[in-house]
């Protein structure tokens, strides 16, 4: 099946600092979709990216959907206390209903 | 405008014990999801539904089931709980199978359920 590999797995941080994360994927997608996921919440929609080479900002936040169309990568500018949490990359390579593949998660911890 | 509601949020079985975990949504969505969510895992599916009455199984079926007879709910059923079924479990939903410009995929609030 499809692999998403998330980088990095955690970041210690300090308040303001910039923050970068990735996915790659072994295989061609046609979405890549960005979820942040604060404790005892489900995940929330950050960033959605639909055509390759598209960059997309939402506030502080930046994504960009690879070139080749394997990877995605997200960025936060300085950071403030409340970017804590998990971050979620996500891929769809079909039309087809078998959902969305998930990286594993970057948990985000910044230290004022 | 509740959005994707589950219930329970915590639960606590015993192996062998049966139980069903509730998800509904009230904005019309088509597509239906089940997820599980293990630490170091991140987010794996389950079951999904495109539609009242259409079912089909995800990344990691076994040992549940689903049923769609409305719209509005999709609930996820543990015929004979093991403990290795003990996770994080979210639903999630979508106007349509399809993701484009608003439409993703929006998820509850997760339930959380132990297998001792």
């Known amino acids: 099946g499809q692999q998403l590999n998330q980088s990095p797995q955690s970041m210690f941080i300090q308040e303001g600092e910039d923050v970068s994360m990735n996915c790659t994927s072994s295989?061609?997608?046609?979405?890549w979709l960005w979820y942040k996921q604060d404790p005892g919440e489900g995940p929330v929609l950050l960033i959605a990216?639909?055509?390759?080479?598209e960059l997309t900002s939402n506030g502080r936040l930046t994504a960009q959907f690879g070139i080749t169309r394997k990877d995605s990568f997200l960025n936060i500018s300085a950071s403030i206390p409340s970017d804590v949490g998990i971050y979620f990359c996500a891929g769809r390579s079909g039309g087809g209903a078998d959902g969305l593949t998930f990286g594993k998660g970057t948990h985000l911890i910044i230290q004022p | 405008n509740a959005g994707v509601t589950q219930t329970p949020k915590f639960q606590v079985l015993k192996t062998g014990q049966s139980m069903t975990l509730q998800c509904a949504q009230d904005?019309?969505?088509?597509?239906m999801s089940w997820y599980r969510q293990d630490p170091g895992m991140g987010l794996r599916l389950i079951h999904y539904?495109?539609?009242?009455?259409?079912?089909d199984q995800g990344e990691v079926p076994n040992g549940y089931n689903v049923s769609r007879s409305t719209t509005e709910d999709f609930p996820l059923r543990l015929l004979s709980a093991a403990p290795s079924q003990t996770s994080v479990y979210f639903c999630a939903s979508s106007y349509s199978k399809y993701y484009s410009g608003a439409n993703v995929l929006t998820f509850g609030a997760g339930s959380r359920l132990t297998v001792l």
């Open positions: 539904s495109v539609g009242a009455g259409i079912t």
């Open positions: 295989s061609i997608f046609n979405t």
């Open positions: 990216l639909y055509k390759a080479g």
């Open positions: 904005m019309n969505h088509e597509y």
